[in-house]
Structure formats: C-alpha cells, structure tokens
C-alpha cells in the first residue's frame, strides 16, 4: 500500500479541520482547550484509505497567527498540501503565510480547496476562483484543482476525493533506502508502555528492536514497538505517519523537536552555511539579526550571518548565508528550513541547509559546489578542506549521501584519492601527489647523505611530513607509490642500493668474522668495531646493516651474537626439551658466564624458547 502524506494550510476559521473529518470521520481537535474555544491549537492527526491502493495520512495544522510554530512543525515531509480558503472570507494574512511557508519548504503538489460552499452563492464562489488564480499565479499550485466544498453538506468531497487519488497515485514514494530520520512532533508516556514518540517517517525505515539515536543529545535508544495508524508492524518506511514505543528513555525527557535517527549516521550542528530566500513581503534583514530557525519539528533561536558584506539582506533576494544556532540541531544538506523575526513574530524567508561544519572562512564558490554539483564534486571539495582527509561517517553527515553512492562516487573523482587501508577513507588526489614528491625527494637527499643507511623510520617521515596525521595513514599513502619501499617500519627510495666502499666491504667482513668465530664467547663491542678499519660513525652503520640482514642478532644494548652462534644453541636446548634448569646448568652448557648468561637467558624468553619459572627456567 502506498503512503501519502497531506498536509492542510490555511487562515484560522476556514474550515480546515472540519474538512479533515468530513473526509476521514476523524476529528483532529484532541486538546480540551480545542474543543472548547473551537480553534486548533496544536497539530492533529487522522487517516484514510481509498480503492486505489491507497493510505493518505493528514496532518492538521492550525491556523491561528499565534500558533504558526505548531503549524510548522506539522508541514514538514508532507507530499500534498491542502490550501483551504473560506469562499466566505477567500484569501487571508494566515493564508498568505502558510502558502509562504509550502513555497519556501519546496513543496511541489497540491490543491486549493474553497470551503464552505454552502455559505455562499455561486457567484461568491466563482470570485472565489478567480482570486485564487491571481494568488497561485507563477506558483506550484498554478494548474492544481480548486474544489469546492462543503464539510457540512458533503457537496464536491468526492470530487475532492478523487482529486486526492489522482494526484497521490502519481506522487513517488519516498526512498525507504535511505538511512532512518523521524522529527519528534508529540512524546507522551503510555501505561504499560513507557515513552512514546509520533512523527512522520522522512526517510528509510526502523524496525522492532533497532537501536536508534535520540537527538541532540545522540542517545542510544531502543524501538521497543512500532504502529502506524493504530496498527503494531513490525517495520515502518518512509512516508507513513508513526508512533514508536521506546526502550531506554523516559517520556518526560523525550518532546518535539528531538529527532530520532539511524545511529552513528548523523552529526548535529550550531552552524550552517545555507542557500537562503529573503520572502518579498519581508523587510530588509539585518547582518547579525536574531531571528527563529525552524527546521523539522524544531525551532531554535539563531543569529543570521552574511557570508559576504554586512549590507541588510534585501526583500526578494536569495543568497548564501550562514546561520549561528543558539541550541544544536541534527541537520542534514538539502534539508529546508523556514526562519522568522523576532518581532514582529512573522515568516520571512527561508532555505536549504548546504554545510552543516563550513569552514571559518571559505569562497562562495563552495556553496555553489555544494548546492548543485554532482556528488563526485561535493565529495572532491570536502576532501580538499580537510587536512588529512575523511573517512566515512563524516562524508554521509556531510553529504547526506549513503555509504555506496559515496564510494561510487569518490571512486570516480580523478581529483580524490581513495584509501581503503584499515577503512575507507578519501584524500584529496594532489594534495596526496604532493606529499609523496615531498617524501621522495626527503629520501633523495637522505641517501645521498647517509648511502650506508636503509632509509627513515616511518614515525620520522610521519612527524614531519603528516604531524597529527593517525600512524595508519602514512602507511596507506606510501603503499600508493611506486617509487617508494617500505621494509618494516623503515622507508626508502626503491631504487635506493646500499653499496659499500672497498674499506666499508672489508670492515664488514672483519666484524661479521669476528662474531661468527667468538660463537658464544660474546667479543666486546667496542673492540670489534674499533678493530674494523673504519671510523666509529661507518662501523657502527656496518653494524647496523648486519643486524636488520640478520646476520647479526643483538640480545641487548651490548650483548651481539652470530645468528650461527644463536642457531647452535636452539638445537642444544631443544634436545632438553621439558627440562627445568637453573643459571649455574646453563653456564655448564655453554660456556658463557653469568653477566651474559641473564640477559642471553631473557632474551630466549622473549623468543619463547625457554620459559622462566621462579628461581628456574623450562625448555619449551
């Protein structure tokens, strides 16, 4: 069954909710207070179903001027709006606002209904349409039906019934795919039950038992039951109006204006940089004015920025500006938002959310960027903000997008760099050309300097060339080249050869031989790099060369054996395999006194060759 959203509009008294339950037999007005005063006051909610396959959910807003941030928390995700207008009283200040406010939440279907039929002649009617026309003229509702109705004598309610059909059967429906949103609009406590939440599902779907995020304050919650139109199931997808029972949450810290979401997909936010309508009617806006921000079910206060000048924003204009949110708002890029002065209390523009983390300061052109370009170009442009790039949750809060239309894209960018080492991350394609030239000729000149040396350590390389940037990522940039090599934790160039002078050859054999012929003997250090024919800084590279070849094993700082002499010694512990020794035994079997015989013994525990056990030591 396909779920349609309508949403009605309209001056206070022209007969919206009455239209909504002679449509559905549902009356909408819950509050006492509504029943009493016989206006609406907060939103109402009721449901339909027709032949065509059909489920239309209302959402009853009042009318009042007062009561226009109920309204507007009712408005958004509806896919037809309902202009009711009294043929008695036609058009009105209310009318003009939340028609308005439909434009300015780009709304795109709707139709005008002329109320109260039977109050008026036919002549009054059809002066009726022809304000009506003037009105929508250039709008969405340029070429929508105008019915007129009488709630009370049920004339043209079928003709605006099938009006609603056709209209809603060629409504698409909204992409379950994306990733879980509900704006809050009532939260009440159910005995039995616990906190309860309603809202209209904008995008994806939930199911029984997810766990979903609360915000802003990014609590993780439980969907303990769902129901849509009274009805308990087990998913709801986007379009349907539902009530979630939650798990984890008291109602009296759950209420409008909160946002649940699918977790970890989302940010929320104090700042954006937005693409902003100053409505004709409105007055000039001034730089740093206060005004209400409504977005969602939400309504928060903010301080409104030009990001260019700090002229007043002229009646009609439309341009980029960014908005300082007084309390933190989960918002979303391409999410629209209305705005309102302070005083009068009145609607005067709104827009679409384009960055929800802008950049301090950064050219307009970003925006123009953000605001049309295909995804590949808004992911290029982020991943060129950002120092060392970006990884997947914050490109799908930034962009909106989901996680494969991301890869997808990036992946076709020749101006990002992909890295999927240890998870998906992006960087910007000649930012990362550029650190590696930087790193090549670093390594250039380093061999040049020190011919006898493998390379620079990798943490090196990283302080310098990425400080701050995680370890991971100097890893997953190197790989990326063809001219560099990593041997471990060292990188060099791969054309880089250590090639010794005819001195430097002979000063390696004399210390490898003198080590090899000592066994486990254990040579002084310093004498056998004295002895070698060479200065101190070169014999001591020489060293070095022959422990990362391994032909020479150091044990500790001054203890280096042959790897020959250590082989020997494994094959003669492992013929006492199980046997339990103490210091004094070992000296017995290899000759080596005790100075070296601790750290020797330590160093076969590190190799799990032997294991101590006390004052003793088990051969594994």
């Known amino acids: 069954m396909k779920n349609i959203i309508i949403g009605t509009a309209g001056h206070i008294d022209h007969g919206k909710t009455a239209l909504v339950r002679a449509l559905t037999g549902i009356d909408t007005d819950r509050l006492k207070e509504e029943k009493q005063r016989g206006i609406s006051i907060d939103l109402g909610f009721a449901h339909l179903d027709l032949e065509e396959n059909l489920r239309l959910a209302?959402?009853?807003v009042p009318g009042h001027e007062?009561?226009?941030k109920n309204m507007l928390a009712g408005v958004g995700g509806i896919d037809l709006?309902?202009?009711v207008i009294g043929a008695d009283e036609s058009i009105k200040p209310q009318t003009r606002e939340h028609f308005d406010?439909?434009?300015?939440?780009?709304?795109?279907?709707g139709i005008v209904v002329l109320t109260k039929a039977d109050l008026v002649d036919s002549d009054l009617v059809e002066l009726?349409?022809?304000e009506v026309d003037e009105f929508v003229r250039g709008s969405f509702l340029e070429n929508a039906p105008v019915v007129a109705v009488s709630s009370i004598t049920g004339a043209g309610l079928d003709e605006l019934r099938a009006e609603i059909a056709k209209i809603a059967v060629a409504i698409p429906e909204k992409d379950a795919s994306r990733y879980f949103r509900l704006p809050i609009d009532r939260a009440f406590s159910m005995r039995g039950f616990g906190a309860v939440v309603t809202g209209t599902l904008v995008s994806g779907s939930v199911r029984v038992d997810q766990e979903v995020e609360l915000h802003p304050a990014g609590r993780r919650v439980r969907v303990r039951g769902i129901q849509v139109h009274g009805a308990s199931v087990a998913q709801a997808t986007a379009g349907q109006r539902t009530a979630l029972n939650l798990a984890g949450v008291e109602a009296s810290d759950v209420g409008r204006g909160m946002l649940l979401a699918e977790a970890g997909r989302f940010r929320t936010t104090r700042q954006i940089d937005c693409s902003f309508e100053l409505l004709k009617s409105s007055k000039p806006l001034k730089h740093r004015a206060p005004v209400h921000f409504h977005a969602g079910t939400a309504e928060v206060e903010a301080e409104v920025r030009r990001l260019k000048g700090a002229d007043p924003l002229e009646p009609g204009s439309r341009e980029y500006v960014r908005f300082l949110l007084s309390e933190p708002l989960l918002l979303v890029p391409g999410d629209r938002f209305i705005v309102r002065r302070f005083s009068p209390v009145v609607t005067i523009g709104g827009g679409i959310v384009l960055d929800i983390a802008p950049p301090r300061r950064g050219p307009l052109e970003r925006l123009r960027v953000l605001e049309s370009s295909p995804p590949g170009e808004k992911i290029a442009l982020l991943a060129s903000e950002s120092r060392y790039g970006m990884g997947m949750p914050d490109l799908v809060a930034r962009t909106g997008l989901l996680e494969g239309d991301i890869r997808k894209a990036a992946a076709a960018s020749p101006r990002v760099l992909v890295l999927d080492a240890p998870h998906f991350w992006i960087l910007d394609a000649q930012w990362a050309a550029r650190q590696l030239e930087v790193i090549h000729e670093h390594l250039k000149q380093f061999h040049r300097r020190n011919p006898l040396l493998a390379g620079v350590s990798k943490e090196e390389l990283r302080s310098k060339q990425l400080?701050?940037?995680p370890p991971w990522l100097m890893d997953a940039l190197l790989v990326r080249s063809k001219t560099l090599a990593v041997d471990g934790e060292t990188v060099r160039l791969a054309?880089?050869?250590?090639?010794?002078?005819?001195d430097e050859e002979e000063a390696s054999q004399k210390i490898e031989t003198a080590f090899r012929s000592a066994g486990l003997a254990v040579p002084s250090l310093a004498e056998v790099l004295g002895k070698s024919g060479v200065e101190p800084n070169r014999a001591r590279t020489i060293l070095q060369l022959l422990l990362r070849d391994k032909r020479l094993v150091r044990v500790s700082d001054e203890l280096v054996f042959h790897s020959t002499a250590l082989e020997s010694l494994r094959r003669l512990l492992a013929q006492k395999k199980g046997a339990r020794f103490?210091?004094?035994?070992?000296?017995?079997?290899?000759?080596?006194?005790?100075?070296?015989?601790?750290?020797l013994l330590e160093f076969l525990d590190r190799e799990h060759v032997t294991r101590r056990d006390g004052d003793a030591r088990v051969v594994l």
């Open 467 to 469: 400080p701050g940037a």
């Open 58 to 60: 209302f959402v009853d």
């Open 582 to 599: 103490a210091v004094p035994e070992f000296k017995d079997w290899t000759g080596i006194s005790r100075k070296y015989a601790i750290p």
């Open 101 to 109: 406010i439909c434009l300015l939440l780009g709304i795109r279907t």
């Open 495 to 502: 054309s880089h050869k250590i090639s010794f002078k005819q």
């Open 128 to 130: 009726a349409r022809l």
């Open 66 to 68: 007062r009561f226009i």
């Open 81 to 83: 709006v309902l202009l």
